[in-house]
């Protein structure tokens, strides 16, 4: 089963710093877990981490089991 997303979206990807506010992390935090994985989904693109907004939402709905399956 796929999860639906039927939040509108604003932008298509988040910064660093807005995906540190989203999860009430720090910019450091969210470092290593992309080092180490597990974290939310991102993208490169040159030097620059976005994090797309609608995989986000994905990713945050599977954390709490209500995503669908795994």
Do not use: H
């Given at each position: 089963m796929t999860p639906l997303v039927s939040?509108?979206?604003e932008r298509e990807c988040w910064?660093?710093?807005e995906m540190a506010d989203q999860l009430g992390t720090t910019r450091a935090a969210l470092a290593t877990l992309r080092s180490?994985?597990?974290g939310p989904p991102y993208i490169k693109i040159g030097n620059t981490?976005?994090?797309p907004v609608?995989?986000?939402r994905v990713w945050?709905?599977?954390q709490t089991g209500l995503g669908g399956q795994q």
């Amino acid at each position: 089963m796929t999860p639906l997303v039927s939040m509108p979206v604003e932008r298509e990807c988040w910064t660093i710093d807005e995906m540190a506010d989203q999860l009430g992390t720090t910019r450091a935090a969210l470092a290593t877990l992309r080092s180490r994985g597990g974290g939310p989904p991102y993208i490169k693109i040159g030097n620059t981490i976005a994090y797309p907004v609608v995989a986000f939402r994905v990713w945050a709905l599977k954390q709490t089991g209500l995503g669908g399956q795994q």
